[in-house]
């Protein structure tokens, strides 16, 4: 997924052997430290060959071999600084690591600080969101024009439902077996994930026997959305989404109140994100074990209290930091002269 976004703009890129540590079990561990090795020693490669002055790491056990090489495999003198960026609020175990060495630390939570080293260079910059996500946030009565790109009613409530870029099976599933009582009162965008996809087209092929015409119109489903995820964002009322690190970027810019579903079969980073969205008031959380029971009237509710939502309207878009981008370019940048001994 990585890969196919990046050669979309047309930068070079580079793989490297990586495997994680944490949770894997005493069998997979051998092999995986081993793949840890390897990477560790392309990745020295790769930077005695681009030599950079920074090197900019956002976390995953991928960061981890880049780090060790760029700290302890390179001669001082050919030693790049290393920029950290936090995405979730609480970091990963890799993440926990590099922060000891890393030369600065971008986070996207005042939350996050508690979690690192007390004198780690921190600062909180927010999470980035793309370009693109600007123009539709900030256009007038976006609301109208994105409902038009897919083919909306403006007047109506809408709901987006998405699980990240691979999907959510239990969220695509728990939405389908209560799409037909939604449908009567709200529109959804919902966007699967390749890896449901033919279910979904099959599960639509069945709607039209069990719904109105005129309910199932309401419906737009999709694989994946790229250009188009930006006025999906602007259209919805309401979002059904996993707690990912993006959720704390792109529901606030969008001041978009959501009911969130940590991701329940990893480590608890989703679950301590939608906790800090729910304690401001921007979100409600539910558990995946609970979504068939629980996500039908958790969404009639919201969109049935239109001042509930307005009060989530307004907390969820207090917490968006609309110059992350810029605050962690311009630090990489600035630490990047500092290791050419310019100022």
């Not at 003198?77 to 960026?85: F, G, Q, V, W």
């Not at 009162?185 to 069945?206: A, C, K, N």
């Not at 709607?207 to 188009?228: G, I, M, W």
Request: charged letters at 20%.
């Amino acid at each position: 997924m990585e890969e196919q976004i990046v050669r979309r703009f047309d930068i070079p890129y580079a793989e490297i052997p990586a495997a994680g540590v944490h949770g894997v079990g005493w069998k997979r561990l051998p092999a995986n430290a081993f793949q840890i090795g390897r990477g560790i020693l392309a990745a020295r490669h790769i930077l005695s060959r681009f030599q950079p002055q920074t090197i900019f790491l956002t976390g995953g056990y991928l960061a981890f071999p880049m780090a060790v090489a760029a700290r302890y495999g390179m001669a001082q003198a050919k030693r790049a600084k290393i920029c950290l960026y936090v995405p979730d609020i609480e970091p990963a175990l890799a993440v926990k690591v590099i922060s000891r060495f890393a030369d600065c630390i971008h986070v996207t939570t005042e939350d996050s600080r508690r979690y690192l080293p007390p004198t780690a260079p921190v600062k909180v910059s927010g999470y980035p969101v793309r370009a693109e996500h600007f123009k539709w946030a900030n256009q007038p009565h976006r609301k109208e024009k994105a409902c038009q790109v897919f083919q909306l009613d403006p007047q109506q409530p809408t709901l987006l439902v998405f699980g990240g870029s691979k999907g959510a099976r239990s969220i695509n599933r728990a939405l389908m077996a209560n799409l037909p009582e939604i449908l009567t009162f709200s529109q959804v965008i919902h966007i699967s994930g390749q890896l449901d996809w033919e279910e979904v087209q099959r599960f639509r092929s069945q709607l039209e026997a069990k719904v109105p015409t005129e309910h199932l119109l309401r419906y737009r489903a999709f694989p994946y959305l790229h250009d188009e995820m930006s006025a999906a964002f602007a259209a919805a009322d309401l979002a059904v989404c996993r707690a990912g690190a993006s959720v704390l970027g792109e529901l606030p810019l969008f001041g978009l109140p959501a009911i969130l579903v940590p991701y329940p079969y990893a480590w608890r980073y989703q679950q301590v994100n939608a906790e800090y969205l729910s304690r401001k008031g921007a979100a409600q959380i539910i558990q995946d074990s609970d979504l068939v029971n629980q996500l039908l009237p958790s969404i009639q509710s919201l969109l049935d209290h239109p001042v509930k939502l307005a009060e989530m309207r307004q907390a969820i878009q207090s917490l968006a930091q609309p110059f992350a981008a810029y605050s962690i370019a311009e630090n990489i940048l600035r630490v990047a002269m500092e290791s050419r001994g310019q100022s």
